[in-house]
């Protein structure tokens, strides 16, 4: 069993818990307190033996001798990144058939995003493709005759020139396709993002071309849902995501309908941030974060609060058609030791090859605390060729219906009602067929506030204290005594000159290598440093930054001058 990374905060309870692999490697930092521990029966001897037999052979695990040609693995691991993404990207708006595009038409592509393409997420998880294709490289290499001009910069909040330029060359265009999403500068490790907005220049642009242009597609590279305020001012949308290294082959291909998009949404995309049910309680006291929400996250949410979102949980349309029909069930009851089969029809009902996503989900009374009006519980991709139809059939265990004991802390199939709902992704359609559970009689419920069971609006702090029976403590910055090693060195600085100073001169050459100081890179090495807990820098810092120096810096933003001192 391994630690998070820099997670480690008692080597000795970590060893007892069944823990064996503190990672990374401290270099020695707690091997002192371990062995104490030891001496004083604290530390079992049983735990480190088995701790340190799990790592030699793990280590004494000898891997086979690497025989593959490189450069060939290479290009089939590029290979199956493009087919990922174009089976996982989602068509979410196609109005006049507008999709695919045909090699006749005169093409504008705006958008720096087309030229410098996000394929992957910013932070420790980076790494360097041996090849990569932009949009617009994509479209080159596929031979899709168009126009480019850049529309917008990342470095530059307003740039007039740029848009004109976009506006001059939109009116004479057939198609525009823009090409809009999150810099790294707004989404990355490291730091949490403000909003759920695209950047205003871009928002701006697409507006602004709309007027121009009616014939306009959108193309959305972002890691997670936006806000679309312009979604009904165009009539092409295609969410990229973060596509990996070909993205760029992987747009030219669903564009030009060579691939039929099959991706469905993993979240839902709410209209505005202010929809979410957490937008008034998030950021709000780093100390301690009430999820009152509880299980209202995403679908639960929206469906049972009756809000509207922009795009739900599940969609993504095709550029063929299907129809779901006689769904059937196994049972139309289901027992503990029981699994019931659920099956459908499903038919490619258009004139293009395509796949189909079956959503099972299982339905609850509408009347009840803490219970979603459905949840996802099985789904399957299905491919069809034009006109080909299939029975899908997908398995639900007992688990599938049984619901939290609070009382017995273990899950349990009820006897309740409930409901098994089909639907598929690219028309909503849905089949719902009703199942009975026969388990064990639900035991009564506490009192519950109304939001639990009617979940209209945000819940309160009050809302969720009546429901959890925890109280949110009010966040009151840390003063000197208070400090520990788990505090960060944005805190820590907050009264001492020192540490601040400290602080900034380490800011300064973790970033000094990095060209641009605004750049996603260097606001995740500065955030890095300020707010993580100073005992995992000293755990991160291959021993520069050691135990005894973190407790005196401790030690002095609690103003414990002699301890600072003489340790």
Do not use: C
Request: hydrophobic share 35%.
């Amino acid at each position: 069993m391994v630690t998070d990374w820099g997670a480690l905060n008692d080597k000795v309870t970590s060893l007892n818990a069944g823990g064996d692999l503190e990672m990374p490697s401290s270099h020695n930092m707690f091997d002192q307190q371990a062995l104490t521990s030891l001496k004083t029966g604290r530390l079992k001897p049983e735990a480190l033996s088995r701790a340190a037999g799990n790592v030699v052979r793990v280590a004494e695990k000898r891997r086979p001798d690497f025989k593959d040609d490189r450069q060939a693995l290479l290009t089939q691991h590029g290979q199956l990144a493009q087919r990922i993404e174009e089976n996982a990207a989602v068509l979410l708006k196609n109005e006049d058939q507008i999709l695919p595009i045909q090699p006749s038409q005169k093409i504008l592509v705006v958008g720096e995003m087309a030229t410098e393409t996000r394929y992957q997420g910013a932070g420790s998880s980076h790494i360097n493709p041996p090849a990569q294709t932009s949009i617009l490289s994509g479209l080159t290499k596929a031979n899709i005759p168009h126009d480019y001009e850049q529309g917008y910069a990342f470095s530059k909040p307003n740039d007039a020139q740029l848009t004109r330029a976009a506006e001059t060359a939109a009116k004479d265009a057939q198609t525009v396709l823009v090409v809009v999403g999150l810099p790294e500068s707004d989404e990355s490790e490291g730091f949490d993002r403000q909003n759920m907005k695209l950047p205003d220049n871009q928002n701006a642009l697409i507006d602004r071309l709309a007027a121009i242009n009616s014939n306009l597609i959108v193309l959305l590279v972002a890691g997670a849902p936006v806000e679309l305020p312009w979604r009904n001012k165009v009539k092409g949308l295609i969410n990229l995501y973060l596509g990996g290294q070909f993205v760029g082959d992987a747009a030219a291909n669903l564009l030009t309908g060579k691939v039929n998009p099959s991706g469905k949404l993993a979240e839902s995309y709410p209209i505005t941030y202010q929809d979410v049910p957490s937008a008034d309680l998030y950021d709000k006291n780093p100390r301690s974060v009430a999820y009152a929400e509880s299980v209202y996250v995403g679908y639960r949410y929206y469906e049972k609060a009756h809000q509207t979102v922009a795009f739900p949980f599940g969609f993504g349309l095709s550029y063929t058609t299907f129809n779901l029909t006689d769904a059937k069930l196994s049972q139309p009851t289901i027992q503990a030791d029981q699994s019931i089969d659920v099956q459908v029809t499903l038919t490619n009902s258009g004139s293009r090859d395509g796949a189909e996503v079956v959503e099972v989900f299982v339905g609850n009374p509408a009347q009840r605390a803490l219970k979603p009006l459905k949840e996802l519980k099985g789904f399957q991709k299905v491919f069809l060729k034009a006109g080909e139809t299939k029975s899908v059939t997908i398995t639900l265990s007992a688990q599938a219906f049984s619901e939290w004991n609070d009382q017995q802390q273990q899950w349990q199939l009820p006897t309740a009602k409930k409901s098994v709902i089909v639907k598929i992704g690219s028309t909503q359609q849905t089949l719902s067929l009703p199942v009975q559970a026969s388990g064990q009689s639900s035991p009564m419920t506490q009192e519950m506030p109304a939001w639990y069971t009617t979940p209209i609006g945000k819940p309160s702090l009050a809302d969720f204290t009546a429901m959890s029976g925890l109280k949110v403590q009010p966040q009151t910055p840390p003063q000197p005594g208070q400090y520990t090693r788990l505090n960060t060195p944005r805190e820590l600085g907050v009264h001492s000159v020192i540490i601040r100073t400290i602080a900034n001169t380490l800011k300064k050459n973790m970033t000094k290598d990095i060209a641009d100081p605004d750049s996603s890179e260097a606001r995740f090495m500065v955030t890095i440093v300020m707010d993580t807990p100073l005992i995992r820098l000293a755990q991160q810092s291959s021993g520069k930054l050691s135990l005894g120096l973190v407790d005196r810096l401790v030690a002095l933003a609690n103003r414990h001058y002699l301890k600072a001192i003489f340790g």
